[in-house]
């Protein structure tokens, strides 16, 4: 008996133990929705320390913009080819004016399911965005949006390639 009681004292200490040192950031609330992820490059620092002696990583500061693809394209209207992105087909079409790509206009996306159209359309333009700041078809992929943003550098690349 003597066992059982300091058993049930144990765990109740325990027990309470846990429920004093339970922190609210730990709680996880759950939603349903895909959730759509834009991974992008890290910023860079200047490596020097500011005047005050901290780390640049601290004190960022305004720097250049990576460079854009050094590839010159000739100018025209270029049709990526139509690329299997799982739930349906996708493909782009690449506008060139001197020698850069001005514009990407999704001709075809996934778009038959709810989920499908909520996805891509937050997704493409970023993806428009990358390959326009880039240069090129080397663009981040999206989470959530992976098969699309696969789908979308494969088109993109072929267009690209026609217009080299």
Do not use: C, H
């Amino acid at each position: 008996m003597k066992q059982i009681a300091l058993s049930l004292v144990v765990v109740g200490i325990f027990g309470l133990y846990a429920f004093w040192n339970k922190k609210p950031e730990t709680m996880v609330i759950s939603d349903s929705r895909p959730k759509l992820v834009v991974k992008t490059k890290p910023k860079r620092f200047i490596e020097d320390e500011d005047d005050d002696n901290r780390p640049a990583l601290l004190a960022p500061k305004i720097i250049k913009s990576p460079p854009i693809s050094n590839k010159v394209y000739r100018d025209g209207e270029y049709l990526g080819p139509v690329t299997d992105a799982l739930y349906g087909n996708l493909q782009v079409k690449a506008i060139v004016k001197n020698g850069l790509i001005s514009d990407v206009i999704f001709l075809d996306y996934p778009q038959d399911r709810p989920t499908s159209r909520e996805i891509n359309t937050q997704a493409m333009p970023y993806l428009k965005s990358e390959a326009i700041a880039a240069q090129s078809a080397q663009v981040d992929v999206i989470t959530g949006a992976t098969q699309t943003s696969k789908a979308f550098i494969e088109s993109l690349t072929a267009a690209l390639n026609a217009a080299i």
